[in-house]
């Protein structure tokens, strides 16, 4: 399925009601959620923007292979609202595949797949915009949303606008097509061939990268291929059963109930319970370099080099680039890097959100992010019926799963409950008792 173009004109019903009870601004999987648990319910008119032409989600990362790092029902809608017309079963029935989908038997889901339910779920959505850009939010009783064709107005305003490349300041004056970050790998990659590449990153982005290009054809394969990571080695996410309890409601509503310095430490112990490579990539990644080594008896074309921080990267007067390595447990030793191309595949950082500016000094911060009450509500000066909701942007409050598949549902669910008044849906308990206070198999005193 290729990219949908979504029509310019809003429907008919919204048109008419003239003020809404709220507009999404960006339209990525959070916003996609919140606004497929929306859709159909009149006592809640609502507009979602988007400035991209058509529905994306990391469509140049979109490897040949990728597959999802979690679970089909941790789609927009299913553990929230598992009858929803926007779930990924409606998809695979819709498009007539239900049973080729089950009789494939996926360890994991492609990727690619999840990718083009979403932007048929953004397709189907009538009050989903794209190709319009909001410029700036306004209050003066009811938030003015201006975009680049209009100005709307509304009860309440949820945000979200995902991420951005984040790459070293180090390495912002070279980018371009030989010093690019992952999410725009697939536009660079057949230029990569018969060069010398590093990879920097030890995440699955990275392991992705190092993998697709130590399998191409040898037309297409570079004629070196460095993995640098941070990390000691090159580790798998932990989903184990009792790790994937971080990514329920009662965790995520614990965490928020605890300390900043405690919630910080949290997320950097759990961190491989999201950010950890799956074992199928470096199960797929080990037996190709034992392909090539062994079997094909290729002249060593790899280099794997963890355990590394990447300090600089310069350009050659020959164009190339030397990047320095420091070792992390080998104090003042360092390497030098001599490379043509480099992938950085260094994350991503909440997308700066200047549309909010003149709401700026209004808004409470926590640490660098907005601070949002139990129901990811920004705290504002602004009266309690008016409310500007957050998502995907407070990992510091919420946890690693803010920025995850996992809780998209919940957490829209919480928001649509939140709009319409009333209390969200109780969801199943974790076995586990987080909290001394929880009351379950003990008695503690204070």
């Not at 048929?120 to 009811?142: H, I, L, Q, Y």
């Amino acid at each position: 399925m290729g990219s949908v173009e979504k029509p310019m004109t809003v429907s008919g019903a919204v048109e008419q009601a003239g003020h809404l009870r709220l507009v999404g601004i960006g339209a990525g999987p959070a916003n996609l959620s919140l606004a497929a648990l929306l859709h159909g319910d009149s006592g809640q008119p609502n507009l979602f923007f988007d400035r991209k032409p058509s529905f994306t989600w990391h469509d140049d990362q979109l490897i040949n292979g990728a597959t999802l790092q979690v679970s089909i029902f941790k789609d927009l809608v299913s553990l929230s609202d598992p009858t929803n017309r926007f779930s990924f079963l409606s998809y695979l029935h819709e498009h007539g595949r239900i049973y080729h989908f089950l009789n494939a038997q996926f360890a994991e889901v492609p990727r690619s797949e999840f990718r083009n339910y979403l932007a048929w779920a953004a397709e189907k959505n009538e009050n989903v915009v794209f190709s319009e850009t909001v410029e700036r939010v306004d209050f003066d009783g009811v938030f003015r949303v201006t975009t680049d064709r209009r100005q709307v107005t509304a009860d309440n305003i949820a945000v979200g606008v995902g991420t951005v490349p984040w790459v070293p300041e180090f390495a912002l004056p070279y980018l371009g097509a030989g010093h690019f970050h992952v999410s725009q790998y697939l536009n660079h990659a057949r230029t990569l061939a018969g060069k010398r590449v590093a990879v920097v990153g030890g995440g699955q982005s990275g392991a992705e990268t190092f993998l697709d290009l130590i399998s191409r054809p040898d037309s297409e394969r570079p004629a070196f291929v460095s993995w640098v990571s941070k990390r000691r080695n090159y580790f798998p996410i932990d989903d184990s059963t009792f790790t994937n309890d971080f990514y329920m409601p009662e965790y995520s509503e614990y965490f928020y109930r605890l300390s900043e310095s405690k919630r910080a430490e949290l997320n950097s112990a759990h961190l491989l319970s999201s950010d950890g490579i799956s074992e199928s990539t470096l199960r797929a990644i080990y037996q190709q370099l034992y392909r090539l080594q062994f079997i094909e008896r290729d002249e060593q074309r790899f280099g794997l080099l963890p355990n590394r921080t990447v300090v600089s990267a310069d350009r050659t007067a020959t164009g190339t680039f030397e990047v320095t390595l420091c070792h992390n447990d080998e104090s003042g030793q360092s390497q030098c890097l001599p490379v043509d191309a480099v992938v950085w595949a260094t994350g991503f950082r909440p997308t700066p959100k200047k549309f909010l500016d003149p709401l700026r000094d209004r808004i409470e911060t926590e640490n660098g992010e907005v601070r949002v009450d139990e129901d990811f509500a920004v705290a504002w000066d602004g009266p309690p019926d008016r409310k500007i909701f957050v998502q995907n942007a407070v990992r510091g409050q919420r946890g690693l799963p803010d920025v995850n598949l996992s809780l998209n549902a919940w957490r829209a669910q919480r928001i649509a409950s939140r709009l319409r008044g009333c209390s969200a849906p109780e969801m199943a308990m974790s076995f586990i008792d987080w909290s001394a206070k929880s009351g379950r198999g003990a008695q503690w005193t204070a």
